[in-house]
């Protein structure tokens, strides 16, 4: 099982002059400190116009610094909002950064999740499945070597060599946004990456995989001629300290992370109604019975209990953890310490067993191991049905 860190860039009120510039090169040096440790991916948002929850509205230019001030860490657009942007300009800057890393991009790929975001760019939410579709179909041609064209209902370019071409060849590994059961089928279905969030337990994780790799096997429906990418990624809430009371008295991050996102899914900024002052509006919903259920979840705690749970999404063969320490108001030094605690007392139990874990998916996608089929249908899901490429975040 591999690991990795995420970012929403998040910057609770009041703000000073110089909240934005510390934000962002905190978040360069906890990369530059994770490369050094050992972590495998750093992950980066896009998102516009959510303010408190995601600083996070240029992702390329940010990983683009990251990519040099690291070696080795793979650099992870989680995701691309495909119908705020253009696959040429997709393609290019995507292609850029490969080349700045040597190769380390992972390119995470979704539609958006609420009007907040999609029609201040003449999108509508209706639309956003059948855009994320066809922008697929521009965008992968336009790795190859040479000319592409692409005449769509949504995006329609002539023939033109879309330069530079990325190192990673035919392309950077490619993902997809997801937070439901049935999305992990669909991302399966279509061959790439799973980018998803832990609102499961581990023992759902399990019903995750089953779903995702019998789609992958058994009804492979890919939207073009691309590079199959069989991963599933987990996002968590993360803090490690030594002892469960301090980690959970410094992991509020995460809870105002949770809160947020919700919040965003329902409000619309400058609407009726909706908050001014979102942390403000957090510290009222920390007087309601949600907080502490919502408080309980995620990977926080000592070492050992963060151990433990880890374990269970390792038996439920879970390629990747993502580690969500950057939110609400952590500090910089604890999420430097939780990082440097977490790499040196857990991580190298799950490296050793990391052969065991890519020996599995073998069997799988060999068909040697066969698994459990898993009923995605919407009456047996436990929360209600999402489109399948939204932002996972």
Request: proline share 6%.
């Amino acid at each position: 099982m591999k690991f990795g860190i995420f970012y929403e860039h998040q910057l609770p009120r009041p703000w000073a002059e110089d909240s934005e510039y510390r934000l962002l090169h905190e978040s360069l040096d906890q990369i530059e400190l994770a490369d050094g440790l050992g972590y495998q991916y750093a992950w980066e948002v896009e998102h516009h116009f959510l303010e408190e929850y995601s600083h996070s509205s240029a992702p390329e230019v940010f990983l683009g610094a990251a990519s040099q001030r690291t070696t080795n860490i793979r650099l992870g657009h989680g995701i691309i909002q495909l119908p705020t942007n253009h696959p040429a300009r997709v393609a290019e800057r995507v292609s850029t950064l490969d080349l700045l890393s040597h190769g380390r991009v992972e390119l995470g790929i979704g539609e958006g999740s609420t009007t907040t975001e999609l029609h201040p760019f003449g999108r509508r939410f209706r639309d956003k499945r059948e855009v994320w579709e066809e922008a697929v179909r521009a965008l992968i041609p336009m790795f190859a070597e040479g000319r592409s064209e692409f005449h769509g209902t949504y995006f329609d370019l002539p023939p033109r060599n879309v330069i530079p071409k990325p190192r990673q060849k035919p392309h950077p590994p490619l993902w997809v946004a997801c937070s439901q059961r049935d999305t992990i089928e669909y991302c399966g279905r279509r061959g790439m990456g799973a980018l998803g969030f832990q609102f499961v337990s581990a023992d759902e994780a399990r019903a995750w995989v089953s779903a995702y790799y019998n789609a992958y096997t058994k009804r492979l429906d890919k939207l073009a001629e691309y590079a199959t990418n069989p991963n599933i990624a987990v996002v968590c809430g993360f803090m490690c300290c030594p002892t469960d009371e301090e980690a959970h008295a410094k992991a509020d991050g995460w809870t105002f992370f949770a809160f947020a996102l919700r919040y965003y899914g329902t409000h619309v900024p400058g609407a009726p109604g909706t908050a001014e002052n979102l942390w403000e509006e957090y510290q009222r919903f920390r007087q309601t019975p949600q907080f502490q259920k919502m408080h309980a979840g995620g990977l926080i705690g000592s070492p050992e209990t963060v151990r433990q749970k880890l374990r269970k999404f390792e038996g439920s063969h879970v390629d990747q953890v993502i580690l969500l320490n950057q939110a609400g108001r952590n500090t910089h030094d604890d999420i430097c310490s939780s990082l440097e605690l977490f790499a040196r007392e857990v991580m190298p139990e799950f490296a050793e067993r990391e052969a065991a874990q890519a020996a599995w998916k073998d069997g799988v996608l060999a068909g040697d191991i066969e698994l459990e089929e898993v009923d995605t249908s919407p009456d047996k899901l436990a929360r209600p049905r999402r489109a399948p490429t939204e932002s996972p975040a």
